[in-house]
């Protein structure tokens, strides 16, 4: 038996991409996100710091670790990040980065 891992690593940046583009339930994208803090877990979170269009009030918001999982397919589907359906999807802390990690069995 074969096994395939593949790690994607969201840096800081790329982070800010995520939210941007892909809908989280209470975040609304036309806010300016300020911070993003990885939080080592297990399992890891992240702490969004946001400011209001035009330097208004600042809001600070924290997204578990199964709000980025769904967020992180979302945004592989929508860049056409081939991600196996069947596969083990795991999230873990990366210094300031999420690595997403992809574990398939072939054959």
Do not use: W
């Not at 397919?73 to 795991?90: G, S």
């Amino acid at each position: 038996m074969i096994t395939e891992i593949r790690h994607i690593i969201f840096s800081n940046d790329e982070l800010k991409l995520v939210f941007q583009s892909v809908p989280l339930e209470g975040f609304d994208p036309a806010r300016r996100i300020t911070r993003i803090q990885v939080v080592e877990g297990p399992p890891p979170s992240i702490r969004i710091q946001t400011e209001a269009p035009g330097g208004g009030a600042r809001a600070e918001l924290e997204v578990e670790s199964y709000q980025l999982a769904r967020l992180m397919v979302a945004y592989c589907r929508d860049k056409k990040i081939p991600l196996p359906k069947d596969a083990l999807k795991t999230i873990h802390a990366q210094g300031d980065a999420l690595c997403f990690s992809i574990m398939s069995t072939l054959g």
